[in-house]
């Protein structure tokens, strides 16, 4: 699975500009302004479907996508929060936890993990309001915490820093998930999801803000 985060697209895009090999595309795009725009892919393996939740806001970026796999199900959201948001932060993080709190009444005890760009977003209050662990533990970007993973299972899931043997930008989710995270998308380590499952998107790819992988 990936998380993508400023995917830049926009109604006229189709999903063929995008097409990454044996994955399946989910996206919602910004509506109304440039840029912004949430997408995730997940293997064609895997049993997924978009969820639809009531009194959704579209000119929040929050995507969640329902996926079966080893038996359960996970959910999985892709996040943005841009710099300079059209709307109030709370409304944003009340939206979180009312469309988790929905999903949930259907899957109880459904696993769920939400990464992306979380800029300035308060961090401790999602994970509070949520019961997330936040899994970041190291600067993304400069000196701050700007992109964010978290997820229900930190007993299943641990984070480990790699930056002396690949970029500053780079956590590492183990053993039983592995998650590759790339916070820029131009540098060469980062695109190694890119190089080895894109075939006519590259233009769109390098566009993209943030990536995570999770395997």
Known sequence: MAIISETHLKRHHTDEISTIR???????????????GVAIYVHESLTSTICKVQDDPRDLELLWVRIVMGGGVVLVGALYHPPKPCYEKGVLI??????LEELL?????????????????NVEEVSIRTGLV????????????????????????????LRQQLDPTTELLS????AKYRTDLRHPQSAAFADEHLTRTRPFWRACGSLMTLA
């Open 134 to 161: 936040p899994l970041v533990k190291v600067p993304t970007r400069g000196g701050k915490i700007l992109d964010m993973l978290m997820t229900s299972i930190p007993a299943n899931t641990t984070s480990k820093s």
């Open 22 to 36: 044996d994955y399946r595309l989910f996206r919602r795009d910004r509506l109304g302004r440039m840029r912004g």
């Open 94 to 99: 009340d939206f979180i936890e009312r469309s």
């Open 105 to 121: 009444a259907v899957d109880m005890g459904a696993e769920v993990i939400l990464g992306g760009d979380f800029n300035k977003l």
């Open 175 to 178: 053993p039983q998930m592995t």
